[in-house]
């Protein structure tokens, strides 16, 4: 079931064994990339109260996407057969606390990487003027940074790209014309507007280290909660660099509703992770991941 790249024509298949296997679960289309791709999320328990979990905000840190689905399988699993995930039984915290599981946020960004510049279609000739390197592409179709287009803090961060020379669009941190300006940002945001998500939890990489804070706007409960998360990963916590304060999802979710927020970032070395690493890696973030839906 695992071990695959996650472009776009494996996820769908995936999200069939995934309808085929398990009745239960809820798949919403929150959204459609600029390219028209699907923008999923899958909710197992509780619906009216949840927690998130995004993945693949950035091209190459699609690694992050085949947590999120690997992660999703074991729930589902552990739900159909009242099994244990991580060691612990989810079912009667599912019933509480649901989760919703957004396994790709920037589907174009992932496919760059995983299938060249031409899977871009209107925008290659823009990628390929911008990069010789397609499998390292962060951005979405258009060169915008996702996790740079949230609102919150984002004039801030923007003023930061522009004195680091990033004033147009990029492979990497241009955080757009204005904030929410890219569908991806827009599907996120009104998903979450319109459902009651009390924690949300974004999966980056890479660093093994949990970023919980955004200033001033820090939930009260949050670092206690990251040291929690930090002891069941092995992950340190942290603060991210000055780049990446602002714009970010963590960032507007803590703003907007003053509930915790937190980045994961997965594995070590240099992005794109290795498929190879995916094993190893969740079995290290899964007991964080399931305490998601207790703490
Ligand atoms: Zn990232």
Redesign the pocket.
């Known amino acids: 079931m695992f071990g695959f790249y996650p472009n776009e024509r494996n996820r769908t298949a995936f999200y069939q064994s995934v309808a085929d296997e398990f009745p239960f679960v809820k798949k919403e289309v929150i959204g459609t990339s600029l390219v028209g791709r699907e923008i999923a999320s899958f909710t197992v328990g509780n619906l009216d109260k949840r927690v998130i979990i995004a993945a693949a ?2 091209g190459s ?1 699609w690694l992050t996407a085949n947590i999120a689905l690997h992660f999703l399988w074991d729930l589902c699993c552990c739900i159909k057969n009242s099994e244990p995930v991580g060691g612990l039984h989810l079912g009667s915290r599912l019933k509480k606390r649901g989760i919703s599981i957004v396994p790709c946020v920037n589907p174009d960004g992932v496919e760059i990487n995983l299938s060249g510049a031409d899977s871009a279609g209107r925008y290659s000739a823009l990628i390929n003027s911008l990069t010789h390197e397609p499998y390292r592409w ?1 951005a979405n179709a258009r060169g915008v940074d996702l ?1 740079h287009n949230f609102p919150a803090n984002w004039e801030v961060i923007h003023r930061r790209e522009q004195d680091m020379g990033i004033t147009k669009p990029s492979s990497t941190r241009y955080g757009g014309e204005r904030p929410a300006s890219e569908p991806e940002t827009v599907a996120l945001m009104n998903y979450i507007n319109e459902n009651n998500f009390t924690r949300a939890y974004a999966l ?2 890479q660093g093994r280290e949990i970023y919980y804070s955004f200033g001033k706007n820090t939930p009260k409960p949050s670092n206690t909660m990251s040291r929690v998360l930090s002891i069941a990963s092995g992950y340190k916590t942290a603060k991210p660099p000055l780049i990446a304060d602002g714009g970010g999802f963590k960032d507007w979710f803590i703003e907007k509703f003053h509930q915790p927020g937190f980045t994961f970032e997965i594995g070590v070395g240099e992005n794109p992770l290795p498929l190879t690493d995916e094993s190893r890696e969740y079995a290290q973030l899964l007991k964080a991941l399931c305490l998601t839906t207790i703490i």
């Open positions: 905000f950035h840190e962060q996790n980056h990489s």
